[in-house]
């Protein structure tokens, strides 16, 4: 199965800023662009890269994903997802270069498709890739009369840490 970046527009003239991203995409990656003016497809098995347009325009009438729908269809997505939100830069606006890739990922739950594509992003642009895992203290901690003890939250830290390692050693580092 060949792999394909699918952009979701809504037809409105910010079409061509949900398309720029994932059109570039697509061309650093040799892939196939799939522009799709609606709703995603169900079925994103062999899709490397799902973009989303945010804008107010993009509501029921239009079929598109938006709001709570798209993060929806961004946690159930095995691929990398991209949302854009509601605000149009000015075309004149300056580029910046990219200097890192930093996925967010659950590392009880890795998201394979997304950390794949930001290991490849980052290898294919010769950046960084900062991972990023949000957690919190256990729930026992709550119950802690003086806070929690600075051995305790170190103990809890390590074992994020090594979860986050575990999840992403299928990846070679170069």
Known sequence: MSRVIIA????TGR??????RPAHEASLRDLPLEVRYGSPPN???TTAMLVLDLSAAGDDTTGLATGQA?????AASACAVVL???VVVPVAAPARRVTQVAPGNDARHPAEGAIDFAFG???GRGIQLH?????????????LPFGV????????EDHEVQLLTDALRPWPVK
């Not at 079409?15 to 720029?20: A, D, G, I, Y």
């Not at 991972?131 to 119950?143: D, K, M, Q, T, Y």
């Open 15 to 20: 079409s061509h800023t949900v398309v720029e």
């Open 121 to 123: 992003a980052a290898q």
């Open 131 to 143: 991972a990023l895992h949000a957690w919190e203290l256990p729930s026992c901690a709550a119950g």
């Open 84 to 86: 854009i939100p509601d």
């Open 149 to 156: 003890p600075e051995d305790n939250r170190g103990t809890w």
């Open 43 to 45: 079925d994103l098995r």
């Open 70 to 74: 798209a993060f929806a269809v961004t």
């Open 8 to 11: 979701c527009a809504n037809g």
